[in-house]
């Protein structure tokens, strides 16, 4: 089926519902047990490739993560670390709400409070269900709090790749794409609900934990544990948090655009991960040249020594598993405008992040003296018809299909060909216009169609039904 004939799910269905039956319950007061008007918030925001990630009725517009961690003991294995946590909540009810969800899964809560009172709650595999009392009036702001904790492992993705908070034998690489932060905190786990972030996160003294962010004072040591304080104020999608624990030498500079940077390496990627680190400076200058300001306060890189099998662009301090090929510092670099500051509004939608963080490669290549972008795309479409490179739908890949190589090459491709199809001035600035209007938010594929016409001035749409829609090599490009 095709993605543009895709039903959207609307995550204020329930609301519409409770305005248009409105007029004769207006006398139920905020908070009125009886009153019928109060419903439950859905389990999920609508998403259909992840129907329980996010929730309904809620907007959260600040995490407060307060981590006691200890990782894995040396082998022999399992690697199993123990977490606590104390998870304070500012939200907001978007819909008069006498139940709600946050998305926890594998660790237990052990109290709730809404307002500073404890309440009743109920846990399932990947929900924590609160019933708020008094009962929460769409548009009032509440503060939660979940004590949680529990036994850490090594979860995985609906496609097997490890995430979430991953233990290892000197901390946690924490990735959590695209649904991985309910592995680690209580959460409305899905893009469309960002919120700015503080953390403080206490680990065994020598271990450094890195989050999101700028550090927000010394780390302070007592009693052989170490506090580590970090504040990340730009709005962030969860899968994009990160708190990454481990033996990490720390290196603190400014870029040549005056954004701080951060990185934490692990001592035995010193070589070649920190050499391509070093270029980020540079990357910065280039990436602002195309798509506009750096849009968050800080930058800077995790390298660790254990792996997930891929690299994340974790808002403001991408994470690397083991090695940071040049390639891959760009990517993650480009992805802060293009998927942290503009993210996908739907899971389908994940081909504008891999497509405009692989063409920012080709690019930034080319800037190099390397490859053009012209020949890396003549290079992409030089695979056969029947190669089963082009079966992906690019605009609706499933949930098994977000990471495909389509999403990446085929998206870049598609971004290429817009380019040639519009020429250089009106492509730069869909990709700027891109930035400023969706930053900050979510942008869809229709929107992005939308915009390139919207600046061209042409009507695009059989380019983009054979670019994003058709699972065929595209001809006569
Ligand atoms: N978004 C990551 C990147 O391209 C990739 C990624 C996240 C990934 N989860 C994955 C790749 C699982 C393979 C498997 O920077
Ligand atoms: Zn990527």
Redesign the pocket.
């Known amino acids: 089926m095709s993605g543009r004939r895709r039903l959207v799910l609307l995550a204020a269905g329930a609301t519409a519902l409770a305005l248009l039956t409105g007029p004769a319950l207006a006398v139920a007061e905020p908070g009125d047990p009886g009153s019928p008007r109060y419903g439950q918030g859905a389990d999920g925001v609508g998403d259909p490739y992840f129907p329980l990630a996010g929730n309904g009725g809620i907007d959260v517009l600040h995490y407060d993560l307060d981590l006691d961690y200890t990782p894995a003991p040396p082998a022999p294995a399992p690697v199993e670390g123990r977490l606590d946590g104390v998870a304070t909540i500012d939200l907001v009810a978007t819909q008069d709400l006498d139940r709600f969800n946050l998305d926890l899964r594998g660790l237990t809560a052990s109290r709730v409070t809404v307002g500073g009172k404890p309440m009743a709650f109920e846990q399932t595999e990947n929900e924590l269900v609160i019933s708020p009392r008094p009962k929460i009036k769409a548009g009032a702001p509440r503060r939660v709090v979940v004590t949680y904790g529990g036994t850490t492992t090594r979860p995985t993705?609906i496609?097997g790749?490890?995430?979430g908070w991953v233990t290892t034998r000197d901390g946690a690489m924490v990735?959590s794409?695209?649904d991985g932060s309910a592995t680690w905190f209580p959460v409305n786990d899905h893009p469309t609900d960002k919120s700015s972030y503080s953390f403080e996160i206490t680990v065994p003294e020598g271990l450094v934990a890195v989050a999101n962010g700028l550090p927000a004072g010394q780390p302070t040591t007592v009693d052989g544990t170490t506090t580590w304080y970090w504040d990340a104020p730009d709005p962030m999608a969860a899968y994009l948090a990160t708190a990454s624990v481990g033996d990490y030498v720390v290196n603190e500079y400014v870029a040549a655009n005056g954004t701080p940077i951060f990185d934490a390496v692990d001592p035995t990627r010193l070589g070649s991960p920190s050499a391509n680190l070093a270029l980020t400076s540079d990357m910065l200058v280039f990436f602002e040249g195309l798509y506009g300001p750096y849009p968050f306060i800080s930058y800077g890189a995790i390298v660790d020594d254990d792996s997930?099998?891929?690299?994340?662009?974790t808002q403001t301090r991408?994470f690397f598993s083991r090695t940071a090929s040049q390639g891959?510092v760009a990517?993650?670099l480009a992805?802060q405008w293009m998927?942290d500051h503009v993210s996908p509004h739907r899971w389908a939608d994940?081909w504008l992040?891999?497509g405009w963080?692989?063409y920012s490669t080709w690019m930034w290549t080319e800037h190099r003296g390397g490859d053009t972008a012209q020949a890396a795309f003549d290079d992409y479409l030089s695979i056969p018809a029947d190669d089963d490179e082009w079966d992906v739908v690019v605009a609706d890949p499933g949930p098994l299909g977000?990471?495909l190589n389509p999403i990446?090459d085929r998206g870049a491709a598609t971004l290429h060909a817009l380019r040639l199809e519009i020429g250089d001035a009106a492509f730069f600035e869909v990709a700027q216009t891109w930035v400023e209007r969706f930053g900050g938010g979510t942008a869809s594929t229709a929107d992005f169609i939308a915009l390139a016409q919207e600046v061209s001035g042409e009507d695009l749409e059989a380019f983009f039904d054979v670019w994003l829609f058709t699972p065929e090599k595209p001809v006569a490009w």
């Not at 997930?308 to 662009?313: D, R, S």
């Open positions: 993705d496609e790749a490890l995430y990735v794409e695209p997930v099998g891929y690299a994340l662009e991408s891959t990517h993650e992805h998927g994940i992040n891999e963080a692989t977000l990471f990446y």
